[in-house]
């Protein structure tokens, strides 16, 4: 069964940094999407990053470009959100997903919520104050 366990979360001043991870566990492809999604109160989920394992492409949201960068271990089967110059916006409910059995992750647009998205994390809180 798969399973994600986002940890990293936390509370930070405006221009912080945090470095989330996605440990997963109970699949061995390498044809996997592992997405990072956010949603704040009161707001639609969105997609922020995602990175294809087997081929190591990554994608990224808009508005976090420049800011944030997703990465893996694939020893540790885990996937980093680096979350650089942070700022109030990015205040959100973290969670981290995985879309099986696939080539690319596919860009991420705004409105995008990752529906295809077979599996997800708990998810971690991000608190960034101003």
């Known amino acids: 069964q798969v399973q994600l366990v986002e940890s990293g979360g936390g509370s930070v001043q405006a221009g912080g940094s945090l470095r989330l991870a996605c440990a997963g566990s109970g699949y061995t492809s390498s044809r996997i999407c592992i997405g990072w999604f956010r949603q704040a109160p009161g707001k639609e989920r969105e997609g922020v990053a995602s990175m294809h394992i087997g081929s190591g492409s990554t994608y990224y949201a808009d508005s976090v470009k420049g800011r944030f960068t997703i990465s893996r271990d694939n020893a540790k089967n885990t996937v980093y959100l680096q979350m650089n110059s942070l700022k109030p916006e990015d205040t959100a409910m973290y969670h981290c997903?995985?879309?099986?059995?696939?080539?690319?992750?596919?860009?991420?647009?705004?409105?995008?919520?990752?529906?295809?998205?077979?599996?997800w994390g708990q998810g971690t809180q991000v608190t960034v104050s101003s």
């Open positions: 997903a995985a879309d099986l059995f696939v080539f690319s992750c596919g860009n991420i647009y705004p409105g995008y919520r990752g529906s295809n998205f077979d599996y």
